[in-house]
């Protein structure tokens, strides 16, 4: 069974590291060893939670590690039920809103055969420095709730935003991976997107991340 786990793990990871560098088309009659890889994306339901609706295991985690130093991306699994939840950091916090826009599964399909579907999520960064209006004031997290079954690991991805371009354009492209003690999150930074992978994790009654 782990050696099964493990392999669809990294079965995905390829493909999350494909997405991020973007795929090119080969030509068959130069490279006829190079596998044919596809994937095929169906939508999946969820929803908005508003904070009073969290449950209270969720709402400790957050109000523990709100306003982090930099962006902070998790997934919880509570009462059969996975939670994306996505924290700006403080700086992030002050001149935008983040929302997640799209959640879906991804199949890799390489040489006609099926991979296992990784859970993905689209979520963007909202400037709101130049809007004075006080019915819209930005939030420093959005939280999405999934009442269906999910991937082990979820894949979220966005475009950089200005200041980020403005950073990023100065550096080379990075690839960057960080071990949380057991289990793997790997970032990942391409041209002018970055997305995570990472796992669906547990929460104690207290709000703290089971080991």
């Known amino acids: 069974m782990i050696k099964i786990r493990k392999f669809i793990f990294y079965s995905n990871l390829i ?3 494909l997405w991020t560098i973007g795929c090119q088309t080969v030509d068959n009659s130069e490279a006829k060893n190079v596998p ?5 994306i169906y939508p999946v339901a969820s929803e908005v939670v508003e904070y009073n609706n969290l449950p209270e295991r969720l709402k400790l985690w957050i109000e523990t590690n ?10 919880f699994s509570i ?8 924290l700006l950091s403080k700086k992030d916090a002050l001149n935008y809103d983040v929302q ?13 055969e099926k991979g296992s579907p990784l859970t993905s999520a689209i979520y963007q960064l909202k400037d709101m420095s130049d809007i004075n209006n006080e019915t819209e004031k930005n939030s420093p997290f959005t939280i999405v709730k999934i009442d269906g079954h999910t991937s082990e690991y979820i894949q979220l991805q966005r475009s950089l935003s200005t200041d980020e371009l403005s950073d990023h354009q100065q ?4 690839q960057s991976s960080e071990v949380n003690k057991s289990k793997t999150v790997t970032t990942s930074v391409s041209g002018s997107g970055i997305a995570h992978l990472i796992p669906v994790e547990t ?3 207290e709000g703290k991340t089971k080991q």
């Open 203 to 205: 929460l104690t009654k």
């Open 15 to 17: 493909l999350f590291i």
């Open 100 to 112: 997640i826009t799209e959640v879906y599964d991804q199949i890799a399909i390489r040489d006609n």
């Open 79 to 86: 009462d059969g039920k996975t939670y994306i939840v996505i």
């Open 66 to 75: 709100k306003l982090p130093e930099t962006e902070l991306v998790k997934a």
């Open 36 to 40: 044919r890889i596809e994937q095929e």
């Open 171 to 174: 550096n080379t492209n990075s």
